[in-house]
């Protein structure tokens, strides 16, 4: 009997159910379309009621500051309960979390309201990434971690869509995203998707990291600020320009459209060259439309839309390359400890810059967001440049291949 049960095991271990893999993406998409309805709910509701943009910002930083914490502490989190009872508790959080913001608007509780959605939206994707891992073969992994990213970001454009149809004078817009975390519980509790084994302790180390890949590092310090600035504070400046509920809700919409048209042109050149050359053309893309949407910020929305499809589309590309990028440098034995250190290094900057952002705009006005993200762009574009001068290319061959990424999601810590 024993013997049977150990055969099942296997078998389904070796043709994992496809509708079990389908339910952990379709979860975190449903997941994707709350945060995508959240990230304009807050700026635009708060605006509406008169407060100052620096309270939007300081909600972000709050939202950053969970996810850091939720990228160090998931791993203990799983080791001590599974990924199936660890996905349960960040779900709750989640559901806790947006009953918060439905509750009132009260700025400070806001505050403390996204700490604890960044804290468990990180451990999520953490969780459901080293799921989806373990899950499937190395012949198809590529794929379906595609799948998931590119999932993820059509849930953010869905839920930035839904916001042109609520009322933000009621809590429809909070009390909907407890409705998606709810739904999206279901095919996780349902799923005969097997419990990977724990994971093993991967520690930060971020000197070793430079020295396998100083670009691929980089890369992530970048982005890291870079997608918080350009997502988070698009919409608490359309909001504070005077830009409607609706007109919010299209930037936000056409935002995500930019990481489906650029990461797989952009991927698909890097397969073929030197990556850091592509980069260098993503980091110039970065900071041309940051100029551009300095420069005619106010202009007609459409043209301001287009401007922001680069901008939002080309930093998110970054964050993909730079993965690929420094997995080609790696050599089997390194990748856990980069990919943890990578995930560090993306947090760290993820929570320092919103910060940064959010003071200047205590002094500067919400315009401030532009001139960091171009900023960082600009030094980024530079470092990249001296290390082509100084570092030759990964021998043909020894490169691996581009997978879509999302820079919104954490980096996996899995090899």
């Known amino acids: 009997m024993d013997m049977r049960d150990d055969t099942s095991t296997a078998e389904e271990g070796e043709r994992t159910p496809a509708i079990a893999v389908a339910g952990v993406i379709a979860a975190m998409a449903l997941l994707a379309v709350g945060n995508g309805l959240m990230f304009g709910y807050i700026p635009v509701s708060l605006g509406a009621a008169g407060y100052a943009p620096t ?8 939202l950053s500051a969970g996810g850091l914490a939720g990228c160090l502490l998931t791993g203990m989190l799983v080791r001590r309960v599974g990924h199936a009872r660890a996905y349960m508790v960040f779900s709750a959080l989640i559901v ?7 509750a009132g608007l009260f700025p400070l509780a806001w505050i403390a309201a996204r700490v604890l959605y960044g804290f468990a939206i990180c451990g999520l994707f953490i ?15 590529g794929r379906i971690m595609a799948i998931f990213y590119v999932a993820y970001v059509v849930g953010l454009g869905v839920g930035s869509f839904l916001l042109r149809f609520v009322d933000i004078a009621t809590p429809q817009a909070p009390l909907l995203c407890v409705a998606f975390a709810a739904i999206s519980i279901l095919p996780v509790g349902l799923t005969r998707l097997r419990q990977p084994p724990p994971p ?6 971020l000197a070793r990291a430079w020295r396998i890949s100083p670009v691929g590092v980089a890369g992530m310090l970048a982005v890291g600020g870079l997608s918080m600035m350009i997502a988070g504070f698009a919409p608490i400046h359309a909001t504070a320009s ?19 048209l650029f990461q797989i042109p952009l991927g698909w050149i890097s397969d073929r060259t030197d990556r850091r050359y592509v980069l260098v053309a993503a980091g110039l893309l970065v900071v041309v439309a940051g100029l551009a949407a300095n420069r005619f910020d106010g202009s007609a929305l459409a043209l301001m839309v287009a401007i922001y499809v680069v901008w939002s589309g080309a930093s998110e590309s970054i964050y993909s390359l730079s993965s690929a990028h ?9 990748l856990v400890a980069l990919s943890s250190s990578m995930l560090f290094a993306w947090s760290l900057s993820g929570f320092i810059v919103p910060g940064l952002g959010t003071l200047l705009t205590a002094f500067y006005g919400t315009q401030a967001f532009m001139y960091v993200a171009t900023a960082i762009a600009a030094l980024f574009t530079a470092f990249v440049l001296w290390r082509l001068r100084i570092n030759q290319a990964v021998p ?6 581009f997978s879509p990424m999302s820079a919104q999601v954490p980096p996996s810590t899995e090899p």
């Open 55 to 62: 309270w939007a910002g300081s909600i972000l930083t709050g």
């Open 242 to 260: 005077g830009l409607s509920q609706q007109e919010v809700a299209t930037l936000l919409f056409a935002m995500p459209l930019g990481t489906l």
């Open 396 to 401: 043909e061959g020894e490169a691996g291949s």
């Open 96 to 102: 806790l979390s947006n009953v918060a913001v439905a």
């Open 200 to 205: 093993l302790a991967a520690s930060v180390a």
């Open 326 to 334: 420094a997995s080609d440098r790696a050599r089997k034995d390194d």
């Open 127 to 141: 969780v459901a990434q080293s799921w989806l891992n373990d899950a499937v073969g190395n012949e198809i992994r």
